[in-house]
């Protein structure tokens, strides 16, 4: 497959993938390619319907911009380039999903909230918000304890300055919170205080008006 990295440069990668995950109608094939002798994570639209290649090259875009703001920060994956308008080329990062992890090791939840709520107000620094932190398939955790935000399909990014960051922008950054509440009240219950799980049950009534459930 030719490979267009976001810098403009091309390069050629090995068409040989290991397939993850076939989207259902409306979403991306995830696969697992070489990418210079690296495995790397593709998300790829181009085999769906027209319709869902043009909400995927959208998708595509918004998530080069998300990843773009947060290229320093650790715990994200770094955007390697597009092949094609229709899918995209990011790091792999390991780890295991959330739930799996803490029912693993019960010993290093605490910590482990702590360093998620650490990466989440550094991708809050850089007017980055995820909106969809309530997917358990989207935080992820490492042998170490170190978590991972992927999947910034459903982002939002803000100027410093502009409308948005006034007015949208807080309510998204206490929409990530709240999904943080959500999973240290399921997963970790004994080190959330009486307030904290208050304000879960508030934000649980609350994000059935929501559209990011």
Known sequence: MALTT???ASAEGRSTRTMLRRGSWGKADIAIVDHLGQPAILKDFS??????RLLGHLQIRRE????????DVEGIPRCLGTTGPHALLMERIEGEWI?????????????????????????????V?????????NILVDPAGRPAVIDFN???CFAPRG??????????????????????????????TPAERRRDRIMTLLRRLWIFN
Do not use: Y
């Open 6 to 8: 976001t810098a403009g």
């Open 47 to 52: 085999g769906k319907a027209w319709p869902v």
């Open 64 to 71: 080069i911009r998300a990843l773009a703001r947060l290229a």
């Open 99 to 127: 739930t799996h992890w803490c029912r693993k090791r019960p010993d290093g939840v605490g910590p482990m909230f702590e360093r998620l709520a650490c990466l989440v107000d550094a991708m809050h620094a850089r007017g």
């Open 129 to 137: 918000a995820h909106a969809d932190l309530r997917k358990r398939d």
């Open 154 to 156: 459903a982002s939002f």
């Open 163 to 192: 409308l948005g960051a006034r007015i949208l922008f807080p309510l998204l950054r206490a929409v990530d919170r709240g999904a943080i509440l959500k999973w240290k009240t399921r997963l970790a219950p004994a080190l959330t």
